[in-house]
């Protein structure tokens, strides 16, 4: 199956530079000339594609990293002016890397779109209607996409939909974010009736991620009627489910074969060509594991919002045993990521270096030994000259400083997209944007908010927990139900990306990211006690929010890492250039 649609480092065509607006540089082709065929908008339309790969430092998505802007991740650079110059783990000021990054990258997308949408008209007559019309959705859904993030992200932002004139770049003021929501129903509602359900390229965009997006904004704006609509339509479609197996979302053969087509759409990577890669696994694997970077790790916070096998929080359920957090949980939390006494599997070269050594490697993940012990996968290979299992044990020090709280993490590693058939640096498997599970969890939601408890709620929930083997939920409060598919969309979907869209369309960033950040048990012997999550019914409580304060002292915590935010953080700042050069941008409060 052709597979046309990724990151190209020498994009075909760039309709644009960098800047904000994405001007139109002198060496592209002359509007006036190009997109004059089916050839030439093709071409174009694979430049909106190049520009949705959101890749500020290397090849690790960006919506993964500004995860560690929440509660479940944290990154390794905690130094405070670290945090000034990367910004990984927030707060922000004007001029953040991130903030700066995130404002441009979105517009590259906007202004590439909208050259394309303008100039296709030119090749309309040359090109075949059925064909057109798809190309001309495709980059309509793609701008809406970064409509989408970009107003997650700053709130009200600049709305255009052709391209400006040189003399009308600084002109431009902000639309309220409902106003864009609503143009952009329209435009994905056109984009639907066009694009198909499962097109025959990886990583085109299609029906499932048009109304998908349509309900994400429609959730951004509290509108669960239209939520619920667009969720609905594509449930009834029968065209997308759940993939039995949780890990296969999550590995290049499982992507690759995308049973019951769960993942609707992807970031995808060209398997020829060993350059353009991902970089996650190494990001998030121990250093210890030669040469990986370990720059990115789960939270406490994250760890319990996994239920125990009953299906209780950790703090009601009698199955959890603090001095061994791991047994009786949620299969998704082993899925997810790794915790002290795991075995860890790692990919560590492309061939093994010797005739008798296995290039995949196994760890014992354990933060508290000062030896590592470290074995090749397959060991049934002996050393030849000693006749020994080919292992090693070595000093434990690296480990420690790169995955506890000496320098960013707090005892656990991420476990999603460490793809055991591939090469740790140069991993294939795409960045899923959005599954199946995600539309039923919005369909559940919106129900759940409308007041519409009835069977198909606790159906679409299920649905997801099945997979894991949690038991079956039933009908309850609406404060209740609440509690379930938030802690749900939390735990199916970390790292995923949709973290910072879900606490900022809660309200609740303000009581999840002024904390300290702890984790796992500085002494596996003197088990923490159990966390508190408030009253019942509290907003603690619905939003499964831990408070460590009763034995803090007992868990790794990182240095420098309590999270500090007020009422400006709510929303990022505007990149202080853009405020320079127009005076009709306004920043967001507090900035």
Not at 205 to 215: D, T, W
Not at 265 to 275: A, C, D, G, L, R
Not at 310 to 318: A, C, N, Q, T
Request: proline share 5%; net charge neutral.
């Amino acid at each position: 199956m052709k597979k046309i649609i990724y990151i190209a480092l020498l994009a075909s065509v760039s309709l644009g530079c960098e800047d904000f607006l994405d001007r139109q540089p002198l060496d592209t082709p002359s509007s006036a000339s190009f997109l004059a065929n089916e050839a030439e908008i093709k071409q174009s339309l694979t430049g909106v594609y190049n520009a949705t790969f959101w890749n500020r430092t290397g090849f690790v998505p960006d919506l993964k990293r500004i995860e560690g802007t929440t509660d479940i991740q944290i990154s390794r650079k905690s130094d405070p002016e670290s945090l000034i110059a990367q910004g990984d783990n927030g707060p922000f000021i004007p001029g953040n890397g991130w903030s700066d990054n995130a404002w441009t990258q979105g517009y590259k997308v906007v202004s590439r779109a909208n050259e394309l949408l303008d100039g296709m008209k030119r090749g309309e007559a040359a090109t075949p209607k059925t064909s057109y019309a798809k190309m001309q959705a495709e980059a309509i859904t793609l701008r809406a996409w970064a409509y989408f993030n970009l107003m997650v992200w700053y709130g009200d932002v600049v709305y255009y939909t052709v391209p400006l004139k040189p003399e009308e770049y600084e002109t431009q003021s902000r639309t309220p974010v409902e106003t864009i929501v609503k143009a952009l129903y329209k435009d994905l509602d056109d984009a639907y009736t066009v694009l198909d359900f499962n097109p025959s390229e990886r990583g085109r965009v299609n029906k499932g991620f048009a109304y998908g997006l349509k309900a994400r904004l429609a959730m951004l704006i509290k509108d669960y009627a239209t939520a619920a609509q667009a969720t609905d339509t594509i449930i009834k479609s029968g065209q997308y489910g759940i993939n039995p197996s949780y890990q296969n979302l999550f590995t290049l053969a499982g992507q690759n074969a995308n049973t019951n087509k769960e993942v609707i759409w992807s970031m995808v990577y060209p398997t020829e060509n060993p350059n353009i890669s991902s970089w996650m696994a190494v990001g998030y694997t121990p250093r210890q594991t030669l040469g990986a970077q370990s720059n990115n790790f789960p939270t406490q916070a994250l760890v319990d919002k996994f239920e125990c096998t009953d299906g209780k929080r950790i703090d009601e359920s009698p199955l959890y045993d603090s001095a061994n957090p791991s047994k009786n949980r949620d299969k998704r939390l082993r899925w997810t990521l790794y915790m002290p006494g795991d075995t860890m599997e790692v990919r560590m070269s492309k061939t093994a270096s010797l005739p008798y050594q296995n290039p995949n490697q196994r760890f014992i993940f354990n933060i508290h030994s000062d030896q590592i012990f470290r074995w090749n996968w397959n060991t049934s290979k002996f050393d030849v000259v000693t006749g020994n299992p080919d292992f090693v044990t070595s000093s434990n020090g690296v480990w420690q400083f790169g995955a506890t709280g000496a320098v960013g993490g707090v005892g656990y590693v991420w476990r999603k997209y460490n793809d055991t058939d591939q090469y740790l640096w140069e991993l294939k498997t795409g960045y899923t944007i959005m599954r199946y599970a995600e539309i039923l969890l919005m369909y559940a939601e919106a129900q759940i908010e409308l007041g519409k408890l009835d069977a198909s709620v606790v159906d679409a929930i299920n649905a997801v927990r099945k997979r894991a083997g949690q038991p079956i939920a039933t009908l309850g409060s609406q404060a209740k139900m609440r509690q379930l598919v938030r802690r749900e969309r939390t735990v199916e979907f970390a790292i995923e990306g949709l973290r910072l869209f879900d606490i900022r369309r809660w309200g609740i960033i303000l009581d999840v990211l002024n904390t300290q950040i702890v984790g796992a048990a500085k002494n596996p012997t003197d088990a923490p006690a159990i966390p508190s999550f408030g009253a019942a019914g509290s907003v603690q409580d619905i939003n499964d929010i831990p408070d460590y304060s009763a034995s803090i002292s007992k868990r790794i915590s990182s240095r420098n890492e309590t999270r500090k935010n007020t009422a400006k953080h709510l929303l990022w700042p505007l990149p202080q250039g853009e405020i320079d050069k127009n005076k009709n941008l306004k920043q967001n409060t507090g900035w």
